[in-house]
């Protein structure tokens, strides 16, 4: 596709059921990144793949969230037992290079978590 | 580690009046900076970069920033704004030291509202 789309655009998700958010990077892309963003609040980094390789998980805010790109390209988070502190928009992003390189990062539309 | 500071969260301006768009950062190595737009319903989309050379940047659409090393600084100005360029305005840093992936590190956006 012509930039990085992800699904669904909305979910509203019932407290402690698991959800799956989808992204389908830009074809070729080596990088991927995953973005939390709160109500009001700039993105806040969560976790970054170079090809399936998950090289930095650091953002990730509790064992309940994981992440995969099994095949280097689509990437899935999941949220394991959602909690009300869940609910925010998870951005999507995709990078030609790697690390260190010269290299814009495009952003898909995000996912909105609602956790009621 | 790196922050980012954007005092301002709204700014009301109103059609063809100039405007800026205030960034600050901090960190401790050497730092690429950027800045983002968000319009309605879309996903981010930069806007202009620093990352070497001359400290005045400029967009495409009539913006640009300069970095102020002393000042720790990334200021957004626009001589005469437009209704269209109302949205949301993120400034971001990540450093080319790193050796994991440029990162980027959000401030929590500014809010701006052109007024007919």
């Known amino acids: 596709g012509a930039g990085v789309s992800q699904s669904p655009r909305y979910k509203v998700a019932k407290r402690g059921q698991d959800v799956a958010l989808r992204c389908d990077p830009i074809s070729g892309h080596v990088s991927l990144f995953w973005y939390q963003q709160a109500l009001g609040q700039g993105p806040e980094f969560l976790t970054y793949f170079q090809n399936e390789a998950q090289l930095d998980k650091s953002g990730l805010p509790s064992d309940r969230f994981f992440a995969e790109r099994p095949e280097g390209s689509v990437s899935t988070l999941k949220i394991q037992r959602t909690q009300q502190e869940d609910s925010a928009v998870y951005l999507c992003?995709?990078?030609?290079f790697g690390a260190g390189r010269d290299t814009e990062a495009f952003f898909g539309q995000g996912t909105r978590l609602t956790v009621v | 580690a790196q922050s980012v500071t954007q005092l301002d969260s709204q700014v009301p301006v109103f059609e063809e009046a100039p405007v800026e768009l205030r960034c600050n950062y901090s960190s401790s190595v050497s730092v690429y900076l950027f800045w983002y737009v968000q319009y309605p319903n879309q996903g981010l989309q930069l806007l202009l970069k620093y990352l070497s050379g001359s400290t005045l940047v400029e967009s495409i659409n009539g913006f640009e920033a300069e970095f102020n090393k002393s000042q720790t600084s990334f200021h957004l100005r626009k001589p005469s704004v437009h209704i269209s360029d109302t949205a949301e305005y993120f400034c971001a840093v990540s450093s080319p030291d790193q050796t994991g992936a440029n990162n980027l590190f959000f401030g929590t956006g500014t809010r701006l509202t052109v007024i007919p």
């Open positions: 992003a995709s990078s030609l």
